[in-house]
């Protein structure tokens, strides 16, 4: 079993930035991809960014925060570092962890473990 727990989230204006940490623990090494998602009040929840963690570095990027938003691995921790703020990355952030790194990274159901996540509201 992975457990995983998001930190970081907050308030903060247009134009700043943040970065959240996702921790993960439990038979984390057995993961091969972990991603970050987020879902607003009232819209379904949406792929982040995903990086591969089990070899090779390789990071995605949704198309509405490519060039903003930077994901990193540290060993167990996975960060996703956001600069230039909108209103509209307004969400809860959760942390997701798969086996499997191939196919889209998108998809929820590809992911084997999900944190609670975190609030990050831009206003």
């Known amino acids: 079993h992975v457990q995983l727990v998001e930190s970081g989230g907050g308030l903060v204006q247009p134009g700043g930035s943040l970065r959240l940490s996702c921790a993960a623990s439990?038979?984390?090494?057995?993961?091969?991809?972990m991603g970050w998602f987020r879902q607003a009040p009232d819209k379904q929840r949406e792929g982040v960014a995903a990086?591969?963690?089990?070899?090779?570095?390789a990071t995605y990027y949704a198309a509405s925060v490519k060039g903003r938003f930077i994901i990193s691995q540290d060993k167990t921790m996975v960060a996703l570092t956001m600069r230039d703020l909108k209103p509209e990355d307004t969400a809860m952030y959760y942390c997701?962890?798969?086996?499997?790194?191939?196919?889209?990274?998108?998809?929820?159901?590809?992911?084997?473990?999900w944190g609670q996540g975190t609030q990050v509201t831009v206003s």
């Open positions: 439990g038979y984390a090494a057995n993961m091969n991809s």
């Open positions: 997701a962890a798969r086996v499997y790194h191939g196919g889209d990274w998108t998809t929820e159901s590809a992911y084997n473990y």
């Open positions: 990086i591969n963690t089990g070899g090779g570095d």
